[in-house]
Nanobody, 116 residues
Framework: QVQLVESGGGLVQPGGSLRLSCAASGSLSGIKLMGWYRQAPGKQRELVAIINSRGDTTYGDSVKGRFTISRDSAKNTVFLQMNSLKPEDTGVYYC??????????WGQGSQVTVSS
């Protein structure tokens, strides 16, 4: 069984910063990639950022230059540093881990609200 535990969401003013963390544990067949997706009310879930086992990163267009994804492979943990936050960044952020099978695993979701 695989567990993903997210932390770091919350309420922040426009222009502020937040840092999300996601720690994976359990019966993983190695980790191929880790990443973050988000879902705003009434919208489909969209890619925010992913990072693979080599450290290569991919970002959604709307967050490029503002968000940074990183990982601590020894601790099976992925981070998302979010700077210059905008109201349109509001949503539930989900951590995703893909192993080499490949199987996908999702975190419980973290609410991020950007509002004055």
């Amino acid at each position: 069984q695989v567990q993903l535990v997210e932390s770091g969401g919350g309420l922040v003013q426009p222009g502020g910063s937040l840092r999300l963390s996601c720690a994976a544990s359990g019966s993983l067949s190695g980790i191929k990639l880790m990443g973050w997706y988000r879902q705003a009310p009434g919208k489909q879930r969209e890619l925010v950022a992913i990072i693979n086992s080599r450290g290569d990163t991919t970002y959604g267009d709307s967050v490029k230059g503002r968000f940074t994804i990183s990982r601590d492979s020894a601790k099976n943990t992925v981070f998302l540093q979010m700077n210059s936050l905008k109201p349109e960044d509001t949503g539930v952020y989900y951590c995703k881990v893909q192993d080499w099978v490949p199987d996908d695993y999702w975190g419980q979701g973290s609410q991020v609200t950007v509002s004055s």
